[in-house]
């Protein structure tokens, strides 16, 4: 049986661009699948690294409770990229402190190179920011404060 190295660099490269964690190419009698490890896709060493930050955070006197629980938390419906602004150069869907319509744009998450609008699921006050524009996000991951 002859390999092709090259089919297999190019289907891994695919997997590397989507995301995907496996594809597989059939032609005539031969079969080539690429698979990778799901549990070393995963970002393990920023969920490390955000525990700290969290239990730094109680020990300051004033500290706010846990932002994933608060009533009008906008929870992130997938992993991906937030961006609080259409490109660079234009200004963010909506402002700290101004009020937001429900239904209205208040970021972007990139996942898989699609950009997918938030929307406010309820009308009210955008009272913070959770996130930074740029910053990685997780899915169920509190976005922003709506009150």
């Known amino acids: 049986m002859l390999v092709d190295k090259d089919a297999i660099r190019a289907l891994a490269d695919i997997l590397t661009e989507t995301g995907l964690t496996e594809i597989e190419i059939s032609e005539a009698d031969s079969r080539i699948r690429v698979a990778r490890n799901v549990n070393v896709v995963q970002a393990a060493a920023p969920a490390v690294a955000a525990a700290p930050v969290a239990a730094a955070a109680p020990v300051a006197a004033a500290a706010p409770a846990d932002p994933a629980k608060h009533p009008g938390a906008v929870p ?72």
């Open 76 to 147: 992130s419906p997938m992993v991906g990229v937030a961006y609080l602004t259409p490109d660079p150069s234009s200004p963010p869907f909506a402002q700290e402190g101004q009020p937001v319509a429900a239904g209205q744009t208040i970021m972007l998450i990139e996942a898989m190179k699609t950009f997918n609008q938030i929307k406010a699921p309820r009308a009210g006050t955008l009272t913070k920011f959770l996130v930074e524009s740029g910053q990685p996000v997780e899915f169920g991951e509190p976005l922003a404060i709506i009150e």
